[in-house]
T-cell receptor
Framework: DGGITQSPKYLFRKEGQNVTLSCEQN?????MYWYRQDPGQGLRLIYYSQIVNDFQKGDIAEGYSVSREKKESFPLTVTSAQKNPTAFYLC?????????????FGPGTRLLVL | QQQVKQSPQSLIVQKGGISIINCAYENTAFDYFPWYQQFPGKGPALLIA?????SEKKEGRFTISFNKSAKQFSLHIMDSQPGDSATYFC???????????FGKGTMLLVSP
């Protein structure tokens, strides 16, 4: 089965802690994206990557970091600098880096702060 | 990129009725307008998309209407079914852009 997997489904963060959300795809897609979803706020872009070893900030990158060492993987770290991390995080990929390419989304990770 | 404004925020429609969701944009460079459908607890999935060279695109019960001069586009769901209950996001982008700009979403509930 081709697709995007995100883990864990639920993640709990303590104050001052960094946490990492996993995103893996086996679609052989070049581009990958991280979005944050809050009620009534739509999908806001955190980071995106069009090619391995390269990534760009989205609209709300502060308090987050990413890496793209492998084509299949695009982990997102929520750092302690992100003061309001509680949200639903969605990873997506597309075959190429153009906005017109269909984006395929993973099932999401819900992050909660203890 | 500039924002895409979506309305209404929520919508309740009776089974068999027509659901209409509207979006407006400002950036005249936008030339691709997809709609994504998201069920609770799941990631969104592409539902239907349109380019501005046509004014309407239909796929089954789902139709996008596009008004280039007004910079507006809308999603019509004919014969709405309870299984259509989901959150719908419009989006826009340009051929030269790397990312999509999403609207804030419309939560649709189709009552049996």
């Amino acid at each position: 089965d081709g697709g995007i997997t995100q883990s864990p489904k639920y993640l709990f963060r303590k104050e001052g802690q960094n946490v990492t959300l996993s995103c893996e795809q086996n679609l052989n897609h070049d581009a990958m994206y991280w979005y944050r979803q809050d009620p009534g706020q739509g999908l806001r872009l955190i980071y995106y990557s069009q090619i391995v070893n390269d990534f760009q900030k989205g609209d709300i990158a502060e308090g987050y970091s990413v890496s793209r060492e492998k084509k299949e993987s695009f982990p997102l770290t929520v750092t302690s600098a992100q003061k309001n991390p509680t949200a639903f995080y969605l990873c997506a990929s597309s075959s190429a880096g153009g906005g017109w390419e269909t984006q395929y989304f993973g099932p999401g990770t819900r992050l909660l702060v203890l | 990129q500039q924002q895409v404004k979506q309305s209404p925020q929520s919508l309740i429609v009776q089974k068999g009725g027509i659901s209409i969701i509207n979006c407006a944009y400002e950036n005249t460079a936008f030339d691709y307008f997809p709609w994504y459908q998201q069920f609770p607890g799941k990631g969104p999935a592409l539902l239907i998309a349109i380019r501005p060279d046509v004014s309407e695109k239909k796929e089954g019960r789902f139709t996008i209407s596009f008004n280039k001069s007004a910079k507006q586009f809308s999603l019509h769901i004919m014969d709405s079914q309870p299984g259509d209950s989901a959150t719908y996001f419009c989006a826009a982008t340009s051929t030269g852009y790397s990312t999509l700009t999403f609207g804030k979403g419309t939560m649709l509930l189709v009552s049996p």
